[in-house]
């Protein structure tokens, strides 16, 4: 799964130690979402690392479930065409 967790976390000088114990995880499991070997964290844990960091979890986490909500948010943002 991609995700931009590192990313995030280095920017907030979050050690993954800190994070884990803030959203009750693991440090392996940190380890594990931020290289990519977790295939898909739960619901509950994307949105307790989303709610720390004060971000969307679609600013965090790229899912099929996120990727087409966002696809279809950007979908009724665009005009439809030009009727008269």
């Known amino acids: ?23 009750k995880t693991s440090r392996q499991t940190i380890i594990g979402i931020e ?17 720390y960091f004060k971000v969307a979890v679609d600013e965090i986490f790229t899912t099929p479930l996120v990727a087409h909500m966002s ?4 979908d009724n943002l665009l005009p439809t065409g030009t009727e008269n």
Request: charged share 40%; glycine share 2%; net charge positive.
């Open 1 to 23: 799964m991609q995700n931009k967790l590192r990313e995030i976390r280095r920017a907030k000088d979050v050690s993954q130690q800190q994070l884990a114990e803030a959203v």
């Open 71 to 74: 696809q279809e948010k950007q």
């Open 35 to 51: 290289k990519g070997h977790t295939k898909r964290p739960s619901d509950e844990l994307m949105i307790k690392i989303a709610d």
